[in-house]
């Protein structure tokens, strides 16, 4: 159970040791499947869908439906705009591309295709899975419409090429501005827009501005379904500016539950725009738990130190690491204060909590791009097959990358949060967050890549400075997640060096990260 906003962590260096925490907490198994409740988990076909367009979902195995994508589906196909909010894993994507499927029946196979379903997207990664997911509804169903992908990557006359003989499009916001903006992409005959993502699509500096202007060009009577996971009150507002009233608002009841979404949800239902708030039933059983992203019952958090001066986390006692000056302010404290943990004690508490438990496959998140090699050669070390993955690949490498970890060739993917929104990677039970998480919204959405339908729940492991332990803290309430457990090497005491580590920096970390950015 999430804690309350009060409730505080215990100083770093409390816990239980690694073994103790084995032995006295065993990882939480994922609960059987039995009676739902009414609304919670039914199959496709109660909603009515077309004969072709159920053929499509369940010949891709999609049988059953959660009560997020009931709500989704049912109210989308009224031709309503719709806003979705809803844990990792709950369906959004999903629910959105049967509704692409359900428009693009109509079409006349002797007509020439014309552009009528948009799905935008942050990531080329995101574009190809969804695109690739509505081809195989479209292809299983026997439909005469066509689905192609506009990503970055892909040759431009390509692109061209495409988008002049398609009915919908996966696209990333790069190449559909450049597309549009050079009017090599008619969309004169769009009627829906899907927008998955939105909050990061609102948020991204290159193309937030230009998202309304891209909207406003469709035809007025197009369709607007917008995804996200947990956005800001103020990102929410935002998009529903861009919607036509009616609209609707959809959220699982376990997200309602969160305070800073329920103010959200608070927020747009009193925005007077004629929106109404569809709460979708709380599940129980299997598909229940797979809705709770943080929930408990389905992920362990837990949290290392990378600076403590136990002997098994800090290899060589001779060469610690940098402390910065009390002197050093802004944006060189912070500079200063992330070299405290080197690469080498980092990879070292990383290589510990992969080894505390066996995984199927895990995935390692870092939010600095040039040391995933480092961190990719350390967990190599262990004769685990690894891959990396970051923006700065080329694409045909991002994909043998996923392609490793979907068909289980690769059991560790070390990578940025460029895959941590929407991208299945493989049946990953452990994360492992190499620094900490920039934001709640990471934490949510890098979480959530370890909730894949299995029987074993997830964990989650962040590799912390002992001064940020409260910053993790504030994060977990954020998130709605549970107070985190620390995880201490084999034999390490419990009042040991971590915790003196700890009260000798903290005094140094708040000094840093409560100034301004401007040196002094």
């Known amino acids: 159970m999430a804690r309350s906003k009060g409730a505080k962590l215990p100083r770093a260096g409390r816990g239980s040791a690694?073994?103790?925490?084995?032995?006295?907490?065993?990882?939480?198994?994922?609960?059987?499947?039995?009676?739902?409740?009414?609304?919670?988990?039914?199959?496709?076909?109660?909603?009515?869908?077309?004969?072709?367009?159920?053929?499509?979902?369940?010949?891709?195995?999609?049988?059953?439906?959660?009560?997020?994508?009931?709500?989704?589906?049912?109210?989308?196909?009224?031709?309503?705009?719709?806003?979705?909010?809803?844990?990792?894993?709950?369906?959004?994507?999903?629910?959105?591309?049967?509704?692409?499927?359900?428009?693009?029946?109509?079409?006349?196979?002797?007509?020439?295709?014309?552009?009528?379903?948009?799905?935008?997207?942050?990531?080329?990664?995101?574009?190809?899975?969804?695109?690739?997911?509505?081809?195989?509804?479209?292809?299983?169903?026997?439909?005469?419409?066509?689905?192609?992908?506009?990503?970055?990557?892909?040759?431009?006359?390509?692109?061209?090429?495409?988008?002049?003989?398609?009915?919908?499009?996966?696209?990333?916001?790069?190449?559909?501005?450049?597309?549009?903006?050079?009017?090599?992409?008619?969309?004169?005959?769009?009627?829906?827009?899907?927008?998955?993502?939105?909050?990061?699509?609102?948020?991204?500096?290159?193309?937030?501005?230009?998202?309304?202007?891209?909207?406003?060009?469709?035809?007025?009577?197009?369709q607007l379904v917008a995804l996200a996971t947990r956005p800001t009150a103020a990102l929410a507002r935002a998009m529903l500016a861009l919607m036509r009233p009616p609209a609707m608002l959809v959220a699982s009841a376990r997200e309602l539950d969160l305070s800073a979404h329920r103010g959200c949800a608070d927020a747009l239902t009193a925005g007077g725009k004629g929106v109404a708030l569809v709460a979708a039933p709380r599940q129980d059983g299997a598909e229940g738990e797979q809705l709770g992203a943080l929930d408990s019952r389905r992920v362990r958090h837990l949290y290392v130190l990378a600076d403590g001066a136990a002997p098994a986390l800090q290899p060589d006692a001779d060469s610690p690491a940098p402390r910065p000056p009390v002197a050093a302010r802004g944006a060189r404290g912070r500079r200063a204060l992330a070299s405290i943990a080197t690469a080498r004690t980092r990879c070292t508490a990383l290589l510990a909590a992969l080894d505390a438990f066996p995984f199927r496959q895990a995935i390692v998140f870092s939010s600095a791009p040039d040391e995933l090699e480092l961190l990719e050669a350390a967990i190599g070390t262990r004769g685990w097959p690894v891959v990396t993955l970051s923006a700065a690949h080329e694409p045909a490498v991002r994909e043998r990358a996923l392609e490793r970890m979907r068909d289980g060739r690769a059991r560790v993917l070390v990578c940025t949060d460029v895959v941590s929104r929407g991208v299945d990677c493989g049946d990953v039970d452990v994360?492992?967050?190499?620094?900490?998480?920039?934001?709640?919204?990471?934490?949510?959405?890098?979480?959530?890549?370890?909730?894949?339908?299995?029987?074993?729940?997830?964990?989650?492991?962040?590799?912390?400075?002992?001064?940020?332990?409260?910053?993790?803290?504030?994060?977990?309430?954020?998130?709605?997640?549970?107070?985190?457990?620390?995880?201490?090497?084999?034999?390490?005491?419990?009042?040991?060096?971590?915790?003196?580590?700890?009260?000798?920096?903290?005094?140094?970390?708040?000094?840093?990260?409560?100034?301004?950015?401007?040196?002094?």
């Open 18 to 222: 690694m073994s103790e925490a084995l032995a006295e907490s065993p990882r939480p198994q994922a609960r059987g499947a039995r009676a739902l409740v009414a609304g919670a988990s039914e199959p496709f076909a109660s909603l009515h869908l077309s004969a072709s367009v159920l053929r499509g979902v369940e010949a891709t195995g999609l049988g059953r439906m959660t009560a997020l994508q009931a709500d989704v589906v049912a109210r989308g196909r009224f031709g309503l705009d719709v806003l979705v909010h809803g844990p990792a894993r709950s369906g959004k994507t999903v629910a959105a591309v049967v509704l692409a499927a359900e428009m693009l029946r109509d079409r006349n196979a002797a007509a020439s295709p014309r552009l009528q379903a948009l799905l935008l997207a942050p990531s080329r990664e995101l574009a190809l899975q969804t695109c690739g997911l509505l081809a195989s509804i479209l292809a299983a169903g026997r439909l005469s419409a066509r689905c192609v992908s506009l990503v970055g990557g892909t040759p431009y006359a390509e692109c061209v090429r495409a988008g002049a003989a398609c009915d919908a499009a996966c696209a990333t916001p790069g190449r559909l501005c450049a597309l549009l903006a050079h009017s090599d992409l008619d969309a004169s005959a769009t009627r829906l827009v899907i927008l998955d993502e939105y909050d990061l699509l609102l948020d991204s500096r290159s193309f937030g501005a230009a998202l309304p202007q891209l909207l406003h060009a469709l035809p007025e009577h197009r």
């Open 431 to 520: 994360v492992v967050h190499a620094q900490l998480p920039p934001s709640a919204a990471a934490l949510v959405n890098r979480v959530g890549r370890a909730l894949a339908p299995s029987d074993v729940a997830a964990v989650s492991v962040v590799v912390l400075l002992a001064p940020e332990v409260r910053a993790l803290g504030r994060l977990c309430v954020s998130a709605g997640s549970p107070e985190p457990e620390q995880l201490l090497a084999p034999g390490h005491s419990r009042a040991a060096p971590a915790r003196e580590a700890a009260e000798r920096e903290a005094v140094v970390y708040d000094d840093l990260f409560d100034t301004d950015d401007g040196e002094s």
